[in-house]
């Protein structure tokens, strides 16, 4: 059965500090891994990670893939309250193209 | 302004009464999918349509149906044998299915009262 764990699920930190967000996966014929930030409504797109070791990089935020021991990291540095929301994670099953989501990272940033 | 729209925002029904949810988007995408998102939960996939006229059962589909007649549209029908149908429903859109990133809708939060 097709399995994504991401932990911690809730998290509480201060502005400026830096956060790691883990999410390990069992998925049939595995295609890559998406990453998704969720305030109230609509996850918003973050990441695409499909090849393992390569970092992807989008302003404070970062993600990297092992396919060999089957986990992704997602790093926010210097953390912001607009950084609150919920981060999820979603790798790609293969031949039926669906998206297999966990249960998500709740961040809370203090001010 | 292109994107994904679903309507309405809040929906409140009678135990009993079906309801269709509507997903329309304007970006040309061929692939579209409905998600159900419980409090605490990640999104479980309800029903994916890949191309127009076709559709596929996600993991569950019981107590749900779609039509795709149109590119542009993925109506989704919560029908009176959904056993627990209060819930956030999600749609997104993939220029195709595969390794295409999937964009979501803003959702649709259904109450059952």
Known sequence: EDKVVQSPLSLVVHEGDTVTLNCSYEVTNFRSLLWYKQEKKAPTFLFMLTSSGIEKKSGRLSSILDKKELFSILNITATQTGDSAVYLCAPTQGGSEKLVFGKGTKLTVNP | ?113
Not at chain 2, 1 to 21: A, H, M, W
């Open chain 2, 1 to 113: 302004d292109g994107g994904i729209t679903q309507s309405p925002k809040y929906l409140f029904r009678k135990e009993g009464q079906n309801v269709t949810l509507s997903c329309e988007q304007n970006l040309n995408h061929d692939a579209m999918y409905w998600y159900r998102q419980d409090p605490g939960q990640g999104l479980r996939l309800i029903y994916y349509s890949q191309i127009v006229n076709d559709f596929q059962k996600g993991d569950i589909a019981e107590g749900y149906s779609v039509s795709r007649e149109k590119k542009e549209s993925f109506p989704l029908t919560v029908t009176s044998a959904q056993k627990n149908p209060t819930a956030f429903y999600l749609c997104a859109s993939s220029i195709s299915g595969g390794l295409d990133t999937q964009y979501f809708g803003p959702g649709t939060r259904l109450t059952v009262l």
